[in-house]
T-cell receptor, first 116, second 108 residues
Framework: GAVVSQHPSWVICKSGTSVKIECRSL??????MFWYRQFPKQSLMLMAT?????????EQGVEKDKFLINHASLTLSTLTVTSAHPEDSSFYIC????????????FGPGTRLTVL | TQLLEQSPQFLSIQEGENLTVYCNSS?????LQWYRQEPGEGPVLLVT?????EVKKLKRLTFQFGDARKDSSLHITAAQPGDTGLYLC????????FGAGTRLTVKP
């Protein structure tokens, strides 16, 4: 099946620093990618929809200046958490939609962010 | 914005029991996907159903797509502890917002 990778798988940073998370579709092209965050024991919360070559669409309540998304190619989207604070600590998951066939969505393994 | 509702939200059963999880919407989908997420990992695609009334089997898991392509069910036979996880459904085309999902715990 289609594979989506995320890097890094976990990161610990100091408050005030910025962290970049990469999401790659390894064997298919993805015009659209999605970014989610997930708190313990909860479901996935959609943060933004990322379209290749255009600006991301952010969900209500998600600060676009804090969570910068770049989707510069059909296989790579990045999420940068700027000036991270402890409340940004969470599990961040990306997914990529396979534009061909059934428009199936494949998820990355997630990135655990801990802000000290 | 279409809304996908799953039920039940929580389910705790003993190993060997059967269970059914439901995914309902007022919207019609071209296809519907089921995922399972284990703690600390990303969701994994289990199946995609496309045709109204379609039934797909994956070992002990049986997936059915409603005739009107608005709803789906997942039936697990003889559940095992390895089935524990968060089950999510998503419809296509769709905005990829998930509901609460169904959190299944299978006790040995």
């Amino acid at each position: 099946g289609a594979v989506v990778s995320q890097h890094p798988s976990w990161v610990i940073c100091k408050s005030g620093t910025s962290v970049k998370i990469e999401c790659r579709s390894l064997d298919f092209q993805a015009t659209t990618m999605f970014w989610y965050r997930q708190f313990p024991k909860q479901s996935l919360m959609l943060m933004a929809t990322s379209n290749e070559g255009s600006k991301a669409t952010y969900e209500q309540g998600v600060e676009k200046d804090k969570f910068l998304i770049n989707h510069a190619s059909l296989t790579l989207s990045t999420l940068t958490v700027t000036s991270a604070h402890p409340e940004d600590s969470s599990f961040y998951i990306c997914s990529a939609r396979d534009s061909g066939g059934l428009n199936e969505q494949f998820f990355g393994p997630g990135t655990r962010l801990t802000v000290l | 914005t279409q809304l996908l509702e799953q039920s039940p939200q929580f389910l705790s059963i003993q190993e060997g029991e059967n269970l059914t999880v439901y995914c309902n919407s007022s919207s019609v989908f071209s296809s519907l996907q089921w995922y399972r997420q284990e703690p600390g990992e990303g969701p994994v695609l289990l199946v995609t159903v496309v045709t109204g009334g379609e039934v797909k089997k994956l070992k002990r898991l049986t997936f059915q797509f409603g005739d009107a392509r608005k709803d789906s069910s997942l039936h697990i036979t003889a559940a095992q502890p390895g089935d524990t996880g968060l089950y999510l459904c998503a419809g296509s085309p769709g905005d990829m917002r998930f509901g609460a999902g169904t959190r299944l715990t299978v006790k040995p």
